[in-house]
């Protein structure tokens, strides 16, 4: 199953980036564009893999508190989006130098300063703001993920009643109605898993299942990557629901693919071990998903400032796109691929978070 997890997740990452591959000031991508004319529906899938993922690592850690999981989470996100936040105000800074008509409808440079902080604390999607961090417009589900992961954690781990509910409503509320309404589709991988893990149906309704949600998922999508407009949902991303505005659409899409998880796990369950040279290659490419997801709108924005400016004239839509994935690769193994060691250091810098906290790496 974890080889098919990083499957989703991996086609996931790279529909999104093709699909921003489509905007008009990216080597006139309107017309050579490679990817889907909707980006947010595998967003809603990153929501239920996520899900699924974080309710089978709490499930199968034994005596993993609260301290330990909000630790691990906050590397895991810090890791990639604040050397993300970094560089892409660095390449916006020097992208607009060189070609500003670039920028003009991807950037706002008011209140810039702001906008990077709140939205290094992820707090850049609560309740009806929508802040965009320079470029890095995909920016927003990282706020999501967030408190999906602090709600979560706060109800599984906590150790009373009284304080999971207290700080699990908390941060409810810091995150507002907008982020909540989107929930459910996190919510689907965690019953996803947990299907997986108590249930097991016969070959002949689990095929059942595969086939109906993969014919609904592959119809939607499918018809999206070809024709799609934002005016097809009313509200999307403009307030006060933002991103949330198509979520009737959103929480279809999130329960077939937990269904279709919960049908293949009849074939390939949580015990089955990946091996093999394919696996590992699967493995390691989904490892970029996260920096590709995080670092891409920034580099593409720069990338076609290059372009526009003069300096890169003889680059085609597909060479700019491949700079532009392989940069993002090359992001990733500086940032994400080192996550053990960089929690390793924090312990070694920070004695007190095992001292005190009994936080280990």
């Known amino acids: 199953m974890s080889v098919l ?37 595998y967003v809603i899938i990153f929501f239920v893999l996520s899900g699924f993922v974080i309710s089978w690592s709490i499930d199968r850690k034994k005596e993993y508190h609260f301290k330990q999981y ?35 409808s991807i950037f706002s440079a008011d209140y810039l300063s702001f906008k990077y902080l709140i939205s290094s604390l992820f707090l850049h999607e609560s309740w009806f703001f929508s802040v965009r961090p320079g470029t890095n417009a995909p920016f927003w589900s990282l706020s999501y993920e967030f408190f999906y992961y602090l709600i979560f954690g ?6 009373t009643l009284k304080s999971k509910l207290l700080v699990g409503l908390a941060f409810s509320l810091v995150a507002g109605p907008k982020v909540l309404i989107l929930l459910p589709c996190w919510l689907i991988g965690c019953l996803s898993y947990w299907g997986c893990k108590k249930l097991r149906s016969n070959a002949l309704v689990s095929l059942a299942i595969l086939v109906s949600s993969l014919y609904f998922l592959i119809s939607t999508l499918a018809g999206r990557w070809v024709s799609w407009s934002p005016t097809d949902f009313p509200g999307l991303g403009v307030p006060p629901l933002f991103y949330s505005a198509k979520y009737l659409d959103d929480y279809a899409i999130a329960l077939a693919l937990g269904l279709l998880l919960l049908s293949l796990s009849r ?25 590709l997801y995080a670092i891409h709108f920034p580099l593409m924005a720069f990338v076609s400032a290059n372009w526009a400016g003069g300096l890169l004239k003889n680059t085609s839509h597909l060479m700019g796109t491949l700079l532009v994935f392989f940069s993002c690769c090359f992001f990733a193994l500086l940032f994400e691929f080192p996550s053990k060691w960089y929690r390793s250091m924090i312990i070694r810098k920070l004695p007190l978070l095992s001292q005190k906290c009994g936080i280990r790496s």
């Open 5 to 41: 997890l990083d499957i989703f997740r991996l086609f996931a990452a790279i529909a999104v980036f093709l699909g921003h591959t489509n905007f008009y000031w990216f080597f006139f991508g309107n017309y050579s564009g490679l990817g889907p004319q909707n980006g947010q529906d």
């Open 154 to 159: 706060a109800f599984a781990l906590l150790p």
């Open 267 to 291: 074939w390939f369950s949580l015990e089955m071990r990946p091996i093999g040279r394919l696996s590992t290659l699967v493995r390691t490419c989904s490892k970029c998903s996260f920096s």
């Open 70 to 104: 909000l630790f691990d989470r906050m590397v895991r996100l810090w890791s990639v989006a604040l050397p993300a936040l970094c560089l892409g105000a660095v390449l916006d800074h020097f992208g607009r130098s060189i070609n500003p008509q670039t920028y003009g």
